[in-house]
């Protein structure tokens, strides 16, 4: 087994090789390290990419927009390190559309890590793939396969606002269970048990 | 009174850095002040008459368990070499997390000694290989078989029996990520593990020629003397390989430096200085110089370092002994302030690393700081806008602004990454081909390029903009603002100069590893021992942090 510090390297330097530069590609490294952590195929969509890269024209996307669309696919990459780049200014967009993006799967790690940069949840669809993406702690999906992904039709993207996954009411009931560790005060330990002073003006 | 850190862009020079000695914080010293009250075991000793085999030795508590597995290998004289392009060694070792089953290591036997070429899994944590000294290990092994010990005088000048030629850790060859292990409290401090590889690598080459002794004469062979034992440590051979090492971790080298900086400071700011500590301070200094005048080497660069070294610390000695007073209020601050005015930096770097030995309660608490999640500070703050980067680089790189990168000797070299070894090497970038393949390290002419790229663009463009049209850049744009974060973490020189001497990299990173008598070899790569004079596991838990001063070579 390869460790994923093996991984970070090898990626960046093979990063470098096809030709991107050294700042781009130690951020290829770490992005493959992290699929790689996350269980998803990193690696083997990198290494599929980069041999279709040296026949293939690929899209730069250099300004993020609310709707991106090209002819010709976009560079998983260098579109990832924009949208990493500019994602505070693009959150206010709510959603952000991606016509035609190649090997989507490598674009994954960039909003990932925006979803830390920004603080909040971002919820991205490939198709009919769902990727909940978590502050960059976790990846949660409905795609388990191993496979390379060449292309995607559309992706989206929506920023979640911080909200709970439950309701008050949840809260209350689980919040009152909480009450039965709580001991019930006497006046005096009223007085006496938080360690104050004789007035609460000294 | 308050007294101030050193300013990083004295302290950060090359010949500086390249000047620092071992002192209390060095990995290898507070490995063995956590690990002394560890079991210490040797688990398996399965060698033949020859020495050939193999061995297992452990520290444990409570449930953790670390195994040192060492395989001894015959190998031909000719295939002995301490260069990275060597293939086969004496012995080779790796730390095992945990306790290895009789499978873990039928699947070493096979892997450990083909070292690169092997594959380890994440439960092994480091690996590393050794020679023998030609020098003496045979001498030590006929004396010992002969019921002598061996000349003493002919183990000073070598001060081991064992030399490694690289350690490795960190999910090198498939060893455990460090994200594995990192919450570990024991391993808190940097290197710990491949410092205890190398500790108890030193034992197995006790045992060794003990053992081998004895089969050579099973009834006049003696064992070598524990206090022989003691004297010897372990050697090292480095080359380039480590010098990128401290580019490549800005933050880790920050905290090295200021965890250094902050202890000098907190000493400097002590009023009144105890005559017991004032009393440790004088009796480790004049111990040490035993270190330094038996420091040998056919280095002309290093010996006049030793040389300065020497008369300087005499210097000191008579300027303690008859000018000075620890009466004094702030004694080791005005201490500073003369060695500062009148000793060479080799002698200042030394003494301020003998300055941190009274005081415990100070150094202790910032060995826990002196690692670092470089992982943290990756993500470029590109919301922030070119003014900030102009004030961060016209604060942080000031004297690499003045470099002039036109000139050709400041251009002179180049590094990149051997294809046969897969390791760091230096060349000329006029005679020399490959610089087209450089490495990222040359910070500073990248910096320069950088500051010149800023110089027409809008103050109030944000980062993420700038990056768009300069992400050849990025790699410099990020460093930036680690940089404004960590004051220590850039080497405030050129890489790439003509003037560049590559071992005040490795002495750097050395130092802070504990070693001592460093030897180069060439420009670019030296000798080293580490752990001459350590105790013995067997007489850890009588642990003397002093161990370093009481070596009698």
Redo the contacts between chains.
């Keep these: 087994m390869r460790s994923f510090s093996e991984i970070d390297t090898a990626v960046k330097r093979a990063s470098k090789g096809i030709g991107f530069s050294w700042g781009i590609s130690e951020e290829v490294g770490k992005n493959i390290r992290l699929l790689e952590m996350f269980g998803l195929p990193g690696l083997k969509n990198l290494n599929q990419y980069y041999k279709i890269l040296k026949e293939k024209k690929f899209q730069n996307l250099t300004l993020v927009s609310k709707e991106n669309s090209s002819k010709i696919p976009y560079c998983p990459i260098i579109a990832g390190i924009n949208f990493l780049d500019q994602v505070n200014n693009l959150e206010e967009l709510e959603e952000i559309k991606f016509d035609n993006l190649g090997f989507p799967i490598l674009f994954i790690p960039f909003v990932s890590r925006a979803s830390e940069i920004i603080g909040k949840r971002i919820f991205l669809t490939i198709d009919e793939k769902e990727f909940l993406l978590n502050f960059n702690q976790s990846i949660y999906s409905n795609y388990l396969s191993s496979d390379v992904l060449e292309k995607s039709d559309q992706i989206k993207i929506k920023f979640i606002e911080n909200k709970n996954m439950f309701s008050e009411t949840e809260w209350q009931e689980l919040y009152k269970l909480s009450e039965d560790t709580f001991v019930e005060e006497t006046d005096k330990l009223k007085q006496n048990a938080a360690g104050a002073g004789l007035t609460d003006n000294d | 009174m308050e007294s101030k850190l050193r300013d990083p862009k004295k302290i950060m020079k090359l010949s500086k850095l390249g000047s620092f000695h071992q002192s209390k914080l060095s990995f290898l010293r507070s490995f063995l002040k956590e690990f002394k009250d560890w079991k210490y075991n040797r688990d398996l000793f399965d060698l033949d008459e020859g020495g050939f085999g193999r061995a297992v030795y452990s520290f444990s508590k409570d449930r953790r368990v670390y195994s040192l597995v060492c395989f001894a290998n015959k190998i031909n004289d000719h295939e002995r070499s301490d260069r990275v392009i060597a293939t086969k060694w004496d012995a080779a070792f790796v730390l095992y997390d945990g306790i290895p089953t009789k499978k873990d290591l039928d699947r070493l036997s096979n892997d450990v000694p083909q070292q690169e070429v092997g594959r380890m899994?994440?439960k092994e944590l480091t690996l590393s290989r050794a020679n023998k000294s030609v020098r003496i290990f045979e001498h030590v092994v006929e004396s010992l078989s002969n019921g002598k010990q061996p000349d003493k005088e002919k183990l000073s000048k070598v001060g081991y029996l064992y030399r490694t030629t690289a350690v490795y850790g960190?999910?090198?060859?498939?060893?455990?990520?460090?994200?594995r292990i990192k919450n570990r409290e024991e391993i808190y401090g940097p290197f710990r593990l491949e410092m205890m590889l190398v500790y108890l690598v030193r034992q197995f080459t006790f045992d060794q020629v003990n053992h081998i002794a004895k089969h050579k004469n099973s009834k006049g062979a003696v064992e070598l003397d524990d206090d022989i034992c003691k004297n010897l440590g372990i050697g090292n051979s480095t080359g380039l390989g480590m010098a990128p090492f401290i580019v490549n971790h800005p933050a880790l080298l920050n905290n090295w430096i200021l965890a250094r900086e902050t202890a000098l400071k907190k000493i400097r700011e002590i009023k009144k200085i105890d005559e017991n500590d004032s009393k440790i301070f004088i009796d480790c200094l004049k111990k040490s110089l035993k270190n330094v005048t038996s420091w040998t080497t056919d280095s002309d660069f290093q010996n006049k370092k030793i040389k300065s070294l020497i008369s300087d610390l005499y210097k000191f000695i008579n300027f303690i002994e008859k000018e000075f007073s620890f009466e004094e209020d702030y004694a080791f601050n005005q201490i500073y302030k003369w060695i500062e005015k009148n000793l060479r930096d080799e002698c200042i770097e030394y003494i301020v690393s003998m300055m941190m030995e009274p005081y415990d309660y100070i150094t202790n608490p910032l060995l826990k700081s002196m690692s670092a999640d470089e992982?943290k500070y990756?993500?470029?703050p590109?919301?922030k806008n070119v003014s900030d980067l102009r004030n961060i680089l016209e604060d942080n790189y000031s004297d690499i602004l003045k470099i002039d990168f036109e000139k050709k000797e400041s251009n002179q070299n180049f590094w990149f990454?051997s294809k046969n070894k897969e390791e760091p090497r230096l060349a000329d970038r006029y005679l020399d081909k490959g610089s087209e393949l450089e490495q990222?390290l040359a910070i500073a002419r990248d910096i320069c390029k950088l500051y010149a790229r800023i110089s027409n663009q809008k103050n109030s463009l944000?980062?993420?903009?700038f990056?768009?049209e300069n992400?050849?850049?990025?790699?410099?744009?990020?460093r930036a603002f680690i940089v404004e974060k960590f004051p220590y973490a850039e080497i405030q020189d050129n890489t790439i100069g003509s003037n560049l001497m590559p071992i005040d990299m490795l002495r750097l990173k050395l130092s802070f590893f504990g070693a001592v008598k460093f030897d180069p070899r060439s420009d670019k790569w030296l000798r080293i021992n580490m752990f001459q004079g350590a105790p013995l596991p067997k007489n850890l838990k009588k642990f003397d942090d002093y161990w370093v001063y009481n070596s009698l070579n």
Excluded: C
Aim: glycine residues 8%.
């Design positions: 899994s994440y960190s999910g090198k060859f498939g060893l455990a990520d460090r994200f992982d990756f993500t470029i590109t919301n990454i990222p944000k980062i993420g903009k990056l768009i992400n050849d850049l990025r790699h410099v744009v990020r």
